[in-house]
């Protein structure tokens, strides 16, 4: 069982930069994908950033990339992203992803409120 705990959303201003933090609980972090997705008001939920086990593999949706930096601290069992550029579009709640293909595990953070105002 992997629990995942996301902090440091908030608000900032259409430019500005926040940075997210993602930390887990439970055993052999470094053996599952880990990713960031977004839910805005309305809307389903849509992939953001991932990285893989070892760190050195990034996949990110279009219109982030450029702006946003997905990496992870094993060591820490913690993953961030790092959001600058912030647009008004980028509004909506940051859920972390932890996922284990292999094993078939897929866990779910809380959420935490990304607001972006103009």
């Known amino acids: 069982q992997v629990q995942l705990v996301e902090s440091g959303g908030g608000s900032a201003q259409a430019g500005g930069s926040l940075r997210l933090s993602c930390a887990a609980s439970g055993r052999h972090f470094s053996s599952y994908v880990m990713g960031w997705f977004r839910q805005a008001p309305g809307k389903g939920r849509e992939f953001v950033a991932a990285?893989?086990?070892?760190?050195?593999?990034?996949d990110y949706e279009d219109s982030v990339k450029g702006r946003f930096a997905i990496s992870r601290d094993n060591a820490k069992n913690t993953v961030y992203l790092q959001m600058n550029s912030l647009k008004p579009e980028d509004t909506a709640v940051y859920y972390c992803?932890?996922?284990?293909?292999?094993?078939?595990?897929?866990?779910w953070g809380q959420g935490t409120q990304v607001t972006v105002s103009s």
């Open positions: 992803n932890a996922e284990n293909r292999i094993l078939g595990y897929n866990y």
């Open positions: 990285i893989n086990g070892k760190g050195d593999s990034t």
